[in-house]
């Protein structure tokens, strides 16, 4: 550096107060007003910001709540359609024991053609008419019919239907059949026809009041 350049500065008032002038009045203001409202503006943006982060904050918690509420109700929906469901599955079963199995049963419980002992072979062989024989095809097709569905009903009632149904044929192949013999096991199965009709009856009239209720939740 030039010694006489340095020197210059250093003795020349003039010269060294233009190097080192002060900050004026207008510049402490502009500066320290800037630092005020710098951090007014950064307080703002704060307060913005976390006024935004609640309200996505409330946001976020609504959605989880009404998605609660639509599970909860979906649940609901589902619980419904199982119960609705299990108790149709329950009405249709019965409905079909009716309709194939008691409720034949039950129209013809008097119905002589149908319960009665077939008594001796020797009875069918001395028809010239053919109507023995008729009714016979009639009375065995119907419970054929029958054997065919009693897998619907209780245990206990499929008991009776085939003690039943064994001392029938019994008496067609035995000849000076005892009508004794019959009448018991034809009793027996009358008795549980009607009880087992009357059940039925009342367990479907109970499922519709249930379903009612059940589609009205």
Same mark, same amino acid.
């Given at each position: ?33 800037? $630092? ?16 935004? %982060? ?24 589902? +619980?419904?359609? %199982? ?17 194939? %199995? ?55 009632? +499929? ?33 549980? $026809? ?24």
């Amino acid at each position: 550096m030039d010694p006489n350049l340095t020197y210059s500065i250093f003795v020349n008032p003039t010269l060294n107060a233009t190097l080192h002038q002060p900050e004026t009045g207008l510049d402490s203001f502009l500066k320290t007003n800037f $630092i005020g409202i710098a951090q007014v503006v950064t307080a703002v943006a704060l307060a913005y910001l976390t006024f935004e %982060l609640l309200k996505a904050t409330s946001r976020y918690a609504n959605q989880v709540e009404t998605q609660t509420r639509i599970m909860e109700k979906n649940t609901e929906l589902s +619980q419904k359609t %199982l119960e609705i469901n299990e108790l149709n599955r329950e009405k249709e079963k019965i409905k079909e024991e009716m309709d194939k %199995l008691i409720g034949p049963l039950y129209s013809r419980i008097n119905d002589q053609q149908i319960f009665n002992p077939l008594r001796s072979s020797s009875r069918y062989l001395t028809d010239k008419s053919g109507e023995i024989i008729k009714r016979l095809y009639e009375e065995s097709a119907f419970w054929q019919n029958i054997s065919q569905y009693k897998y619907l009903a209780p245990p206990e009632f +499929q008991l009776l239907l085939d003690n039943y149904l064994e001392i029938k044929i019994q008496s067609f192949e035995v000849m000076n059949w005892e009508d004794s013999k019959y009448k018991e096991p034809e009793s027996a199965l009358k008795t549980a $026809i009607k009880q087992r009709y009357n059940e039925i009856v009342q367990n479907i009239s109970v499922l519709d009041k249930e379903l009612e209720k059940a589609r009205e939740k």
